[in-house]
């Protein structure tokens, strides 16, 4: 996994493909077996002592005392870490509970929650925040704000890595993705170019008559298009040019009443890659580095001038 410093970068695997596991490795609450890891061109385990201060995490459900105000239990944790207490008024004003701020946690809703977690991540202002499933549980209006906070807080300069399920979200914040299934990476880049490369644009085709869809999907068969035939459309891919599509229907006298280009999207690559992935043993080349930073970083052995590792 590659990601560059300043990026929010999307996580992304079924349950079980281990991308907690890599985070919690990373973060050195777990061991690894094999492989390069470093945060802030610096490589770990070894040198977390040296990079932890500057790197916020949640990894899986945070808890909280329910009885404690947010206020309490952002002070309790800037004085374990040393943190100066009026960073504790600033993170409630990033994450938006400043006027919640004195009320009991256990009257938080769950996206109140998972802010005053964000808010606790962010205590040391970290060069490097890392979330898992962030926005797990949340109702629209939660995401929608937990969306907000990351696209500032990328604002503002910092690396953002977050797994999640909700692929619309990762698609509309995340500069680029690293796909994995089963242990093993299957796609990885900005998130443009892997939609690009991993899935090709197809056309929704409607006709005047329904009746003529059969007749229609074989001229565009042998025109060397791809056609699959719905019960009142055509899905057409293969074709260069929509334009194209109407030329050879037209010149049999067929006439299109719709000629969509449809766009991928991130979730439909996500199925189509994680859905055949190799399982683990087959003869396949695997990426065991995770390191933020410029493209190439990985390969050179340590992360070039600005680079942060994972």
């Not at 005392?65 to 004085?79: I, M, Q």
């Not at 074989?218 to 929509?242: C, E, W």
């Not at 995770?290 to 994972?310: F, M, Q």
């Amino acid at each position: 996994m590659l990601v560059e410093a300043g990026q929010v970068h999307g996580f992304l695997g079924p349950n079980g493909s281990g991308k907690t596991t890599t985070l919690r490795t990373l973060l050195g609450l777990i061991r690894a077996n094999g492989g390069r890891m470093s945060i802030l061109g610096h490589e770990v385990p070894a040198a977390l002592p040296a990079v932890a201060g500057q790197v916020g995490a949640i990894v899986e459900s945070p808890q909280f005392f329910p009885f404690f105000s947010a206020s309490d239990t952002l002070s309790l944790l800037a004085d374990a870490g040393g943190v100066a207490q009026t960073r504790v008024a600033e993170v409630l004003e990033l994450v938006g509970l400043r006027d919640r701020a004195g009320e009991r946690v256990k009257t938080y809703s769950l996206g109140m929650k998972q802010r005053l977690a964000v808010a606790s991540a962010l205590l040391k202002n970290p060069k490097l925040l890392i979330l898992d499933e962030p926005a797990n549980g949340l109702d629209p209006g939660g995401i929608r704000e937990m969306r907000s906070l990351m696209a500032n807080l990328a604002r503002s300069g910092m690396t953002v890595v977050l797994s999640s399920h909700i692929l619309g979200e990762v698609q509309q914040i995340c500069d680029s993705v690293t796909i994995i299934s089963r242990g093993r990476r299957v796609a990885a880049g900005p998130v443009a170019e892997v939609l690009a490369q991993h899935s090709a644009t197809e056309i929704r085709v409607r006709l005047e008559a329904v009746t003529d869809l059969p007749i229609a999907a074989d001229l565009l068969t042998r025109a060397g298009a791809q056609v699959t035939t719905y019960r009142d459309h055509l899905m057409v891919g293969g074709i260069d040019k929509p334009a194209r599509v109407t030329r050879v229907l037209a010149e049999s006298d067929f006439f299109v009443s719709e000629l969509t280009p449809l766009t991928v999207d991130l979730e439909s690559v996500f199925l189509e890659l994680t859905a055949t992935a190799p399982v683990p043993g087959q003869n396949r080349q695997v990426d065991q580095s995770v390191v933020v930073g410029p493209a190439g970083a990985a390969d050179a052995g340590a992360p070039s001038k600005g680079a942060w590792g994972v």
